[in-house]
């Protein structure tokens, strides 16, 4: 089967990195909370500007070099590989910002992932999907899910910033929800499973 995986909070715990790097709760705060108010002034109103400064702190922070991935997820994807599946990871990321990206998720996974689809923010994942011909998608924003939901099986990745909104999803009956790795690998090897229908 082709796998598409989303990044943040599936494979790497974007959430407690924020946490100890930058003292904020994602997604709830901005990259820095302050880093707007206090800086924009500096900028003389210039948006550009200011987010070229604010990228530049993002590349040279140690955000990148601290992310750990998500509880089971190396030995998941790494049992998924070996099982014959195919993985991409399939995520929405700055362009300023795609290498560390790229940088980081080799970092942590090796050579594991057939492609990294870095896509720019506010592309369409579905249309990634689609081009890539996924079978499946594991993604933890209910937007992404419910979008590729009629063009690929979906299992929604229940983490610490959306349990509510993924308890929710269970709703729409087509979208089955994992609480963790190790329910998404069950999911994968036991589709026929009444809980797990896809």
Known sequence: MIIALDCDEVLVDTGSTL???????????????????????AFKGNKELWKQWLVSRWENSEFFTSMKAMPGAVEAV?????????????????????????????????NVFEDIKLLGIGSDKRDAII???????????????????DVTKCIGFMSQTNSVILQQAKLLGNIKIANGWSEVINVINHPCHPEHIL
């Open 131 to 149: 081009n890539i011909k996924a079978d499946i998608l594991v993604d933890d924003d209910i937007k992404y899910l419910t979008e590729c939901a």
């Open 19 to 41: 946490r100890d790097v930058y003292k904020i709760e994602y997604p709830n705060d901005d990259i820095n909370p302050h880093s707007y108010s206090s800086t924009w002034p």
């Open 78 to 110: 790494v049992q998924l590989k070996k099982a014959g599946h195919k993985l991409f990871v399939v995520t929405a990321v700055s362009k300023h910002l795609s290498s560390r990206r790229r940088e980081h998720l080799e970092r942590l996974f090796g």
